[in-house]
């Protein structure tokens, strides 16, 4: 689902910016508000905290006809880093364009989008061939909940984002499931991408709290095209099979969107498999953690392992 949240009318002066958390080692794309020096994180969609403001220093690129820059967030003790020694500038003016074109597309609707806890990969120099994991979301909220998305996802590189997603929620895709009404403590399964700015999706299905959803992502030489395989208990739920580019990055997420406030309880991620076209030495140490743990373990640097990831439970505050 989208990744950029708020949305308000920024005009020609709104500046979309990537920037870099030196406490993971990771990229962020957000918006900022109109302040030149200081701006806020508005939307992560690393998962980190969105309340606090920092000040940030413009460094490196833009991209012409838009006001792009890249930030690093700084307080007195960090230092600025040298952008040019830790990605690729395609990859980071891509990313850019990215953020960009998000926050436009969603500046003329009504969604909060907002993230919390995550666990991710990437951005690789390679691409992901291949991806699986089983998703056990745990309890959802009682009562009149607003949406709460959890997926597993992938970034491309051409801007699109590949998300099989379990959603809770009291309306649960239009107050329906695989055809049936909605069940309080039910969550929705659907195989899911959002492309050119478009949320494409797959059929849904209804799944218990301790019910294990598995993603499957695989994408093919061939026609170009990465296929979804959404399963419970074995039986096959949701496809979906689109031509997003290839995929450079994996992460969780836990996605609250419109009035959505209160917790999001523990969950689980087990047999997490993540296999690269091509060796990358580089890759593991790519990863990033908030509120999660999971062991990567790698034989090869071509096929990446995490036994079990346990997502914390997170509260999200009432919406902004």
Not at 179 to 203: R, T
Not at 207 to 216: C, F, P, Y
Not at 288 to 298: D, I, Q
Request: aromatic share 10%.
């Amino acid at each position: 689902m989208h990744h950029l949240g708020s949305r308000r009318g920024f005009g020609t002066d709104f500046r979309a910016a990537l920037v870099f958390h030196q406490n993971i080692g990771l990229f962020d794309s957000i918006v900022l508000e109109d302040d030149y020096n200081t701006a806020s994180l508005r939307s992560s969609p690393l998962g980190l905290d969105c309340s606090n403001h920092f000040l940030f220093n413009p460094t490196l690129f833009s991209i012409p006809n838009l006001t792009l820059v890249v930030y690093s967030i700084t307080t007195p003790s960090q230092a600025t880093p040298d952008f040019s020694k830790m990605v690729n500038r395609n990859f980071l003016l891509g990313a850019l364009a990215a953020a960009a074109t998000t926050a436009i597309a969603q500046d003329s609707g009504s969604e909060n989008i907002r993230f919390g806890n995550a666990f991710s990969l990437g951005a690789t120099n390679s691409y992901i061939i291949e991806a699986e994991t089983t998703l056990f979301p745990g309890k959802t909220q009682s009562g009149d909940t607003p949406r709460l998305a959890l997926w597993p996802g992938m970034g491309t590189d051409q801007n699109q984002l590949i998300q099989a997603i379990v959603l809770g929620s009291s309306d649960a895709q239009g107050e329906q499931c695989g055809g049936k009404p909605h069940v309080s403590g039910e969550w929705c399964a659907f195989a899911s991408a959002l492309q050119d700015d478009v949320q494409l999706q797959g059929d849904t299905f209804p799944v218990k709290s301790n019910q294990g959803v598995k993603i499957h992502y695989k994408y093919d030489e061939t026609s170009g095209n990465t296929t979804q395989t959404v399963s419970v208990e074995g039986k096959v739920v949701s496809t979906l099979s689109t031509k997003s580019g290839k995929a450079i990055g994996f992460g969780t997420a836990e996605e609250a969107q419109n009035e959505f406030k209160g917790v999001v309880y523990e969950h689980s991620y087990v047999n997490t498999t993540v296999v690269l076209a091509a060796a990358d030495a580089q890759f593991a140490s790519t990863l990033g953690k908030t509120g999660a743990t999971g062991n990567l373990v790698t034989k090869d640097n071509k096929t990446f392992k995490v036994d079990k990831i346990v997502i914390a439970e997170y509260s999200f505050p009432a919406s902004v």
